[in-house]
């Protein structure tokens, strides 16, 4: 009994061996900038320390809202954190569908291609992106100098200056990017449906959309709903590279979301005091976010993610 409760103990202790630099990790790169938030309770001003700065309390929280200018221009920015947000979670089924119609072609090699192909973006940093996008779609690039040819046009569209449809063309930019990426967990779920489910619709006759339909949507779902909830829980949570490399003068107003509004302000403006107020009430409302989504999927689902 004694060794079996030594051996129990050796597992445990050599289990939180093998987690503890993960944990290291997560502390110093998700738990210590915390510290960080202290700058929105002071006026700092660099280089001047932050222990010999004048402690403000709430005065950059209320700044935020102090005039009708900053608010438009908040409002503004929420607007399009909002938007691109909310396109990404109309369309968060798509890297679902796009994982069982890769998992249906029967041609092995042609399937790794299409796979590798569109996982390899994900790789490719936002600048590399933003290289590809210019080379193709400014004044000067190759679409509109293949209209040109055409004679369609007389002049360049101005693709990327457009603030038009900057929601629709980041969004469309961000799933060419993340899409096979994202269909991995998808494809993961399929590999491991009982093969006997398949035997089963099969003996019956079942056609292969009926397949999709009856067996293998049904087993994908828990997985959907789990990265949706993720999802809603990091709305407010859109990043920074993309949207930094594509802002310009003239879509600056629609493109620019709460990261990179946060970076403008502590960058351009020099207001690093806001942008942490700012940062700080954005993850507050996520974690908010998230402790509400995991108490409507305890309600809903009978399951929670946290």
Same mark, same amino acid.
């Given at each position: 009994m004694r060794a079996q409760a030594y051996s129990t103990r050796s597992t445990s202790i050599r289990k939180f061996i093998y987690i503890l630099p993960f944990m290291i990790l997560l502390g110093v790169f998700s738990y210590y900038p915390l510290y960080g938030w202290a700058y929105a309770f002071f006026d700092y001003m660099p280089p001047i320390p932050l222990s010999k700065s004048p402690f403000v309390g709430l005065q950059w929280f209320h700044s935020l809202v102090e005039n009708d200018v900053k608010i438009e221009q908040l409002l503004q920015v929420i607007?399009?954190?909002?938007? =691109?947000?909310?396109?990404?979670?109309?369309?968060?089924?798509?890297?679902?569908?796009?994982?069982?119609?890769? #998992?249906?072609?029967?041609?092995?090699?042609?399937?790794? @291609?299409?796979? #590798?192909? #569109?996982?390899?973006?994900?790789?490719?940093?936002? &600048?590399?992106? *933003?290289? $590809?996008?210019?080379s193709m779609f400014s004044s000067e690039g =190759?679409?509109?100098?293949? $209209?040109?040819?055409?004679?369609?046009?007389?002049?360049? =569209? $101005?693709?990327?200056?457009?603030?038009?449809?900057?929601?629709?063309?980041?969004?469309m930019w961000m799933t060419w990017k993340t899409l096979g990426w994202s269909a991995i967990l998808y494809i993961a779920a =399929?590999?491991?449906i009982d093969d006997s489910l398949h035997e089963a619709a099969h003996v019956d006759g079942a056609t292969r959309m009926q397949v999709i339909r009856h067996v293998v949507l049904p087993s994908m779902l828990p997985t959907y709903f789990v990265l949706l909830m993720l999802?809603?829980?990091?709305?407010?949570?859109?990043?920074?590279?993309? *949207?930094?490399?594509?802002?310009?003068? @003239?879509n600056k107003e629609h493109i620019q979301v709460l990261d990179l509004y946060v970076y403008n302000l502590a960058m351009g403006g020099g207001s690093y005091?806001?942008? &942490?107020?700012?940062?700080?009430?954005?993850?507050?409302?996520?974690? &908010?976010?998230? @402790?509400? &989504?995991?108490?409507?999927?305890?309600?809903?689902?009978?399951?929670?993610?946290?």
């Open positions: 607007k399009n954190t909002l938007g =691109i947000s909310g396109l990404a979670l109309l369309f968060s089924w798509l890297p679902m569908i796009f994982a069982i119609f890769l #998992t249906e072609i029967k041609a092995v090699r042609f399937r790794k @291609f299409i796979q #590798t192909v #569109t996982t390899l973006p994900n790789f490719i940093s936002w &600048v590399l992106v *933003y290289s $590809l996008a210019f =190759i679409i509109n100098g293949l $209209l040109s040819q055409l004679g369609l046009i007389d002049s360049p =569209i $101005l693709f990327l200056q457009k603030s038009d449809h900057v929601w629709l063309t980041m969004w =399929i590999m491991g999802q809603i829980a990091s709305f407010l949570n859109n990043g920074l590279e993309q *949207y930094f490399v594509f802002q310009n003068a @003239f005091s806001v942008s &942490v107020a700012i940062s700080m009430l954005k993850s507050l409302i996520s974690v &908010v976010l998230l @402790f509400t &989504v995991n108490g409507l999927s305890k309600l809903l689902r009978g399951e929670s993610i946290v």
